[in-house]
């Protein structure tokens, strides 16, 4: 289904193709009407013409019948366009039909690799890991909903030489204590005490360094222990995951270990084809145009002095089997923007090598960090990066306690869960909390930094996570009330188009129709937070909407309008805050 938009778009560009091949209609939302197309100013000013009779020629090529039925030109060449509330029926009772919102499945589906969160092996997930998980869950749910092959890549670290020391502390503390403590999430404690020998200990340096040598020969029995490492920490990874509730499996996981055996290849054929330079001792790669602060050529080091590789060499080694073995179209990397200049040399040697072909995307999803209210790295009191896991379950803890506090101001809503027992609560709890920090994080353009507020975050009014989710859980109170039901997967049982005289009518339906353009948008530049922000102006426009036009009428074919309108919005809200990873109860 094209969007109302998109079809003036299609319009506007075929007439103004006639004039200049490509001009750009720029058409914009106004005031004045429903769009504005401002592109005669620009072409006029190249071709030495006047604006308004640019504006007027297209105007005499522009075919919007049945479209729009007011289009007008004003002041020096814009060109005012207002739906005809028919058409906008009409595409509302289509996107009504269709179980997909008239969300349509990609011509070309992609093969797209999309590489997230990547916690590291015997260590604890952190605040630092929630950007990561949180935006690549949320483009993987908006690309695998459009239709695209998505394969989910978990790249942790479980590999180098710190496994020498972890693997002597397990001997150390015994295989039951280490296991027990991995079980239970105490994950940092584990390393610490294993770095606190190492640092203390010259015989346990020495035991250390051996166990790598063996560890990288494939000892059987030093494999047998580094494993029993990996699997107990993956099996904590899973119940933060399972907390956090992204899609995230066993069976995403392709840690740095699956890509070691195939380093020496990179480094031969690298050499193979002339790219490798010795600087330094160490094997390198000189991509163009990467200098150091002193103008000098930037270094991309493959194999280092020692003949140890470094994240480059599995960095380059993922990308050729990323192309070669999963057949890749697109590779998307969810990573800190810092990492950016690193990913950056990687994909310029990938493609310098042949690894990486033209018709292969590279992409570094850059993002910014998390901070606290000090405007510094989130922390707790003692100066430790935040658990993710305890910020969680405090998520959840303040969602309960918001939610009851809202009860006690307020009939029905949240009162209304805590009768119905404490599993209610607890679930309610669950979706609000996990739902306020995910959307805290997802509705901030995510190249910035941002600020940790509990408060701002878990509060029901504003730009926040609860207040979309109330938003829906009111609607569903709408049909509860009316003794109607909808599926909010299935079709629509209301056949009608929606009467539109209503302003608020008409505006709920407009934006109803920009779902189309939005998720373009979002996928278009990997910015959940524009799928956020038209979440939140539906959500509002829905509420303008409830305070001006009486859903629950006594004329029943106002009556289904204003019901099929309400059906809409609530299928919309909780489709866009299903892609954001994020669930929409029907109560609250």
Known sequence: MISPSAEVAARLHAAFDVIEAGADPVLKPSDRADLQANGALPLAKRLGRDAREVAAEVLERLDLAGICDQVELSGPGFINLTFADSYLAEQLAAMARDARLGIGRAEHPETIV??????????????????????????????????????????????????????????????????????????????????????????????????????????????????????????????????????????????????????????????????????????????????????????????????????AATDLAAIRDRVNRIGATRLLYVVGTPQSQHLQMCFAVARMAGWLPDNVSAVHVGFGNVLGPDGRMLKTRSGESVKLVDLLDEAIQRAASAILSRGEEESGGARHIAGEGEPALSSVARMVGIGAVKYADLSTDRTRDYVFDWDRMLAFEGNTGPYLQYAHARICSIFRRGKESFDRGAPSAIPIPPKLGHPQERALGIALLRLVDVLDETIATYSPHKLSTYLYSLATTFTDFYEHCRVLVDDEVLRRSRLLLSELTARVLALGLGLLGIEAPERM
């Not at 054929?269 to 002339?274: E, I, P, Q, S, T």
């Open 114 to 311: 999309v590489d997230y969160s990547a916690p590291n092996v015997a260590k604890e997930m952190h605040v630092g890991h929630l950007r990561t998980t949180v935006i690549g869950d949320c483009l993987v749910r908006i690309l695998d909903f459009l239709g695209h092959d998505v394969r989910r890549q978990n790249h942790i670290g479980d590999w180098g030489t710190p496994f020498g020391m972890l693997i002597e502390h397990l001997i150390d503390v015994g295989e039951k204590e280490a296991a027990h403590e991995l079980s239970v999430g105490d994950l940092n404690r584990f390393y610490q005490a294993a770095r606190a020998s190492f640092e203390a200990n010259e015989d346990f340096r020495n035991r250390s360094r051996r166990r790598v040598v063996l560890l990288q020969s494939g000892d059987p029995e030093t494999r047998r222990l580094w494993r029993l490492l990996v699997d107990e920490s993956v099996r904590y990874f899973d119940v933060v995951y399972e907390k956090l509730g992204v899609l995230l499996t066993d069976d995403d996981i392709v840690g740095e270990s699956f890509y070691n055996p195939m380093l020496p290849d990179v480094v031969s054929d690298l050499a193979a084809k002339g790219l490798l330079i010795e600087h330094e001792g160490a094997k390198c790669v000189f991509p163009a145009g990467f200098t150091n602060r002193k103008g000098e050529p930037l270094p991309l080091i493959v194999q280092k002095s020692d003949g140890g590789y470094g994240y």
